[in-house]
């Protein structure tokens, strides 16, 4: 049994994540930005499977609320052992020549700069250099960050790209003190994120031109965040999971 930390855990791949950890054994912090309900509703759902859970407020790009997520982990759930970094953003679908810097200022305070900041949290706990005893980091990126997303959302796969950077030179920069570091790179997945794109019919669109002819569902995408979660991973580090489909 271990503690995780799942950011953006109140719906999606997040909160698929967060219930198949506690399938698993693990106890579970829930990080939410704004949907109370949901996470809560998340927590409920752990907590039914016997695992221990709390949900926690906390916008991951605020770095003030980063730390106190991290404090309030430690202080309600113990030594955590595995971090999520899936809380995500995107934008409406937009070309480059309609993407101002206010836009690129809020996808990547919130893709690259959260997940920087809660890596960074999660190293200094884990880290046998600080006394720690090691665990797993896995980054949520997405295809986008290879494919570029052109037409809709160059900026999200821009940020996507970004994590994997952070993905490969983490994994190598802590390799020696315990902890593995690697990503999963989802395709095209039935989740709520398309409708905060202005296309909620996104997924019915492009499902089936997908090699495998259809969507993914949130917990294809868990499965493998889990195993590279667990002891079955554990020489593998630096290394990417494309959750696609073909894409």
Request: proline share 2%.
């Amino acid at each position: 049994m271990s503690v995780v930390v799942i950011t953006g855990a109140g719906r999606g791949i997040g909160a698929a994540t967060a219930r198949l950890a506690a399938e698993r054994g693990h106890d579970v912090c829930v990080n939410f930005r704004a949907n109370e309900a949901a996470a809560g509703a998340v927590v409920a759902e752990v907590r039914a499977l016997g695992q221990r859970a709390i949900a926690v407020q906390a916008d991951v790009a605020s770095e003030p609320d980063v730390v106190r997520l991290f404090e309030t982990v430690d202080a309600m759930l113990g030594t955590i052992a595995g971090l999520v970094n899936n809380a995500g953003i995107l934008d409406r679908q937009a070309r480059v020549e309609h993407i101002d810097a206010a836009r690129l200022s809020r996808v990547f305070a919130t893709n690259v700069t959260g997940a920087f900041m809660c890596a960074r949290e999660a190293v200094r706990r884990m880290s046998a250099r600080h006394g720690g005893r090691g665990g797993a980091i896995v980054n949520v990126s997405s295809r986008a960050a290879v494919l570029g997303g052109p037409g809709e959302y160059v900026d999200y796969a821009a940020s996507k790209a970004a994590l994997d950077a952070l993905t490969a030179g983490l994994s190598r920069e802590v390799a020696d003190e315990g902890i593995r570091v690697n990503g999963v790179r989802a395709g095209i997945i039935d989740t709520e994120i398309h409708a905060s794109g202005g296309e909620p019919g996104r997924v019915a669109r492009l499902g089936p031109q997908q090699p495998m002819g259809r969507a993914g569902h949130a917990i294809e995408v868990a499965r493998a965040i889990l195993w590279l979660l667990s002891d079955e991973a554990s020489y593998t580090t630096g290394t990417f999971i494309d959750v696609a489909g073909g894409r």
